[in-house]
């Protein structure tokens, strides 16, 4: 017994299910007119061909009823006789006892109630036969007396021709159905393979990068139906998550970075209290000191990165977000801590969509660099929470009237780890106004810094715009 995987039914492509269901429902379709195209027809025609034919019977039995007549007056040899003969139908006379008089062309058969109608004595009596076979043909009679015994006169009608008529309509249906069955599988097929086209290249697409696992693979789909608008989405999915891996590619490159200085100090000084028991006083209190710095500022560069991935992550449920009362929940928080004057200051709709963490931590990222810069200021820092000319959109603004950012850093104060070099003596990782950025671009805003005149630096981000790369810089009041 041979063993191996289980045969599976192989699944038709979809332009073949569609091209085969396209033929099917015309097939159907075009079946059903043709049946009842056909059928009506045909009833039709049977329909007027025994109406002629019992008019003709009817107008017959008129006749001999109104007039006293003799098989004489039927006779095809007789000049004027009184029986008009319409296509088809045939006419033959018969006797008083039944015998034929005058035979028809070609003869009909003549049965026993024949021969009573002819011997009836009242004028007018019929008797039909349906489907009688004369020769080759196929014939409806019918037999009317002529009253006193005097004979009757025989009416027959053929249906041969009006069968093969009908016979011909049904091959040549049969055939026009046919053909219009053919050619509706060929529109479906060259129909099918010019819509699922597109989806063949998606799909391609798709398998590319399952194999290769390459998320920059452009996907050429054009158009504006729901396959254009698929493929765009498809083409802007993958941009996403190109930019996605990048992100975290670089996010990992410059925490390696970043990390590799406090750890390499770490070790140093850690070296150095294998030697403890030699330094002086002195220097031992300092490099307790120095150990306890950098496992803090190890401990604050971690967590900020920890605080720049969950905020990459977009997992916090967006829901109405009030800035205003984020500002004031900040700058209450930032006075405990601080000590310092923070003022909050909105005017008009200051709510919109967003998600509160990450909002809370670029306000308190900003509140945060300010204390920092403007660490022995007097003058109180300011969060300016105000709705911008453009509708659904807040901007949020920290001021400060600290040292300044000069003209070459403040085109870099939102890159990651990026530190001035007035800054570096301070503590802090660089990924403070780094955070603020990605909060603003995941809000569809952007983030901006200037400097302010009078001294100090005006930083902030606007929520609810249009998304855009980079920062603005300019000055402000």
């Given at each position: ?429 660089g990924l403070g106004l780094s955070i603020v950025r990605e909060v603003a671009l995941a809000h569809g805003g952007v ?31």
């Amino acid at each position: 017994m041979r063993c191996g995987r289980p045969l599976r039914p192989r699944l038709l492509s979809l332009g073949t299910t569609f091209a085969v269901a396209f033929a099917a429902v015309t097939a159907t379709v075009t079946l059903l007119i043709g049946f009842l195209s056909y059928t009506a027809a045909a009833r039709l025609v049977r329909v007027d061909q025994q109406s002629v034919f019992r008019e003709v019977v009817q107008d017959l039995r008129n006749e001999v009823r109104d007039n006293r007549m003799t098989p004489l007056d039927f006779s095809s040899t007789a000049p004027g006789h009184d029986l008009v003969r319409p296509a088809r139908t045939d006419v033959q006379v018969l006797g008083p006892d039944g015998e034929v008089y005058d035979p028809g062309s070609p003869g009909l058969p003549v049965e026993d109630a024949d021969r009573r109608i002819a011997g009836a004595a009242t004028a007018g009596q019929a008797v039909e036969h349906a489907d009688v076979d004369v020769g080759d043909d196929i014939y409806r009679v019918a037999t009317v007396s002529l009253g006193g015994g005097r004979g009757a006169v025989q009416v027959a009608q053929e249906f041969s021709n009006t069968e093969d008529l009908l016979r011909t309509l049904q091959r040549r249906t049969l055939v026009l159905m046919t053909a219009v069955v053919v050619g509706a599988g060929l529109f479906g097929w060259w129909l099918a393979r010019r819509i699922t086209r597109r989806l063949v290249v998606l799909t391609r697409a798709a398998e590319d990068v399952a194999r290769t696992r390459r998320l920059g693979i452009q996907v050429p789909v054009a158009g504006h139906d729901e396959v254009g608008r698929l493929g765009r989405a498809f083409d802007r999915m993958l941009g996403r998550l190109a930019q996605s891996e990048e992100d975290q590619r670089r996010l990992v490159q410059d925490a390696g970075h970043e990390l590799r200085t406090p750890l390499t100090s770490l070790r140093t000084n850690i070296t150095l209290l294998r030697r403890i028991d030699e330094l002086p006083p002195g220097t031992r209190e300092e490099l307790v000191a120095d150990l306890t710095q950098e496992a803090r500022e190890l401990t604050d560069l971690v967590n900020e990165l920890v605080e720049l991935a969950a905020g990459q992550s977009d997992t916090e449920p967006p829901r109405r977000v009030d800035l205003a009362d984020v500002a004031q929940e900040v700058a209450a928080h930032a006075r405990r801590r601080s000590g310092r004057r923070i003022l909050v200051a909105a005017s008009g709709d200051t709510t919109a969509d967003g998600r509160p963490g990450m909002l809370t931590r670029a306000v308190s990222n900003l509140v945060e660099n300010a204390v920092k810069f403007d660490r022995n200021g007097r003058a109180p820092i300011e969060i300016d929470v105000a709705a911008t000319a453009r509708p659904g959109t807040v901007r949020v603004e920290v001021r400060d009237r600290g040292p300044g950012i000069t003209d070459e850093d403040l085109a870099h104060v939102f890159d990651r780890f990026y530190r001035a070099a007035d800054a570096r003596s301070l503590s802090g990782s660089g990924l403070g106004l780094s955070i603020v950025r990605e909060v603003a671009l995941a809000h569809g805003g952007v983030p901006h810094a200037a400097r302010r005149e009078g001294g100090g630096t005006v930083i902030g981000f606007t929520v609810g715009g249009v998304a855009e790369e980079g920062t603005r810089a300019h000055e402000a009041p």
